[in-house]
């Protein structure tokens, strides 16, 4: 049997593969057959290889119990990948369990996606919209015991967005701050501060849209803020420095689920920008991430006001 788990909301995904690993240690006690295999485990050389991982089905256990494999990165390793198809049938008529679980959005027009999608069990994890998203927020609450207002609620939201893993850390401070009472607006405002990484991407999302006037208006909401141009400036310069490495793995054919391990970026930041990355080319990013580059020292050695620098980039962009 073979379970496939993925998606963008790496969150989700990854609490679903603990709910199962921890169902099957219940009814599992021993947890001798509990197995853990990285196709693109970069200390196991190319990773380990499918013959370890398929070796796992033919030792008889000593306590009869079914097998949990989870498989991670098999979207890294093109030669797993293909030994992997040619037993993918028999593996799915094992009575053991396979849980293939990818960490982000696995390239879908692979063919071991595609075979994926035939032969497991699939569960993909989207962003949570935002219906959704709000119920999501209120839930966790209420697992500590908490309340939180509708408009403190409608501010950590603006705040944080749809990155679970810092809400689910905002939350649990929150929780903590505001012990069995009721999170308000106020409290976002004293203990949430907004992810200006995500508002700086809606800004380069303006500008892959080609709607520059979208994109400067959420950048003078930084600034009417009080953030710093040359801060907002940093994090632009951050976005398309990640923009450039991830193109320049593209370019190589390097495959998705490797990308996060060769260039030490969080997957969460790797999926925002693999297929926004696609909007411009290689060269286009390095001539915008030099431009970015002389407005900085432009602005550092006093030849260029800030703001001004900063609403000439976007309208060059």
Not at 161 to 175: F, I, P, R, T, Y
Not at 228 to 236: I, K, Q, R, T
Request: aromatic share 12%.
């Amino acid at each position: 049997m073979i379970y496939f788990i993925y998606g963008e909301d790496s969150y989700r995904a990854k609490k679903k593969l603990e709910e199962i690993i921890l169902g099957y240690k219940k009814v599992h006690k021993s947890g001798l057959n509990l197995i853990y295999v990285d196709a693109g485990d970069p200390s196991a050389g190319s990773g380990q290889g499918f013959g370890d991982f398929y070796s796992n089905f033919k030792i008889s256990s000593m306590f009869a119990e079914k097998k949990l494999i989870v498989l991670k990165n098999i979207f890294a390793e093109k030669k797993f990948q293909e030994d992997f198809l040619e037993n993918i049938k028999s593996i799915e008529e094992l009575e053991d369990i396979v849980v293939v679980y990818e960490e982000g959005q696995p390239d879908q027009r692979t063919k071991i996606f595609k075979e994926l999608q035939k032969h497991a069990k699939c569960q993909e994890f989207n962003y949570l919209q935002p219906a959704l998203l709000r119920k999501w927020v209120v839930s966790e609450f209420d697992m500590s015991k908490v309340k939180i207002n509708p408009d403190a609620l409608d501010l950590l939201i603006s705040f944080v967005g749809n990155d679970l893993w810092q809400m689910a850390n905002e939350v649990k401070k929150l929780s903590n701050y505001k012990v069995g009472g009721t999170v308000k607006k106020e409290d976002i405002e004293l203990l949430v501060k907004q992810n200006a990484e995500s508002d700086i991407f809606k800004t380069i999302d303006a500008l892959a849209s080609k709607n520059k006037k979208l994109a400067l208006s959420l950048i003078h909401k930084h600034l009417d803020a009080g953030d710093a141009p040359l801060y907002l400036l940093s994090m632009v310069a951050y976005q398309f420095r990640n923009f450039l490495i991830i193109k320049e793995l593209q370019e190589k054919n390097t495959p998705y689920g490797l990308m996060a391990k060769k260039t030490g970026l969080h997957p969460f930041v790797v999926q925002k920008s693999y297929y926004l990355c696609n909007q411009f080319s290689f060269l286009q990013l390095k001539k915008i991430y030099q431009k970015i580059f002389q407005i900085d020292l432009d602005i550092k050695t006093g030849k260029v006001d800030p703001e001004m620098a900063l609403d000439l980039l976007l309208a060059e962009i």
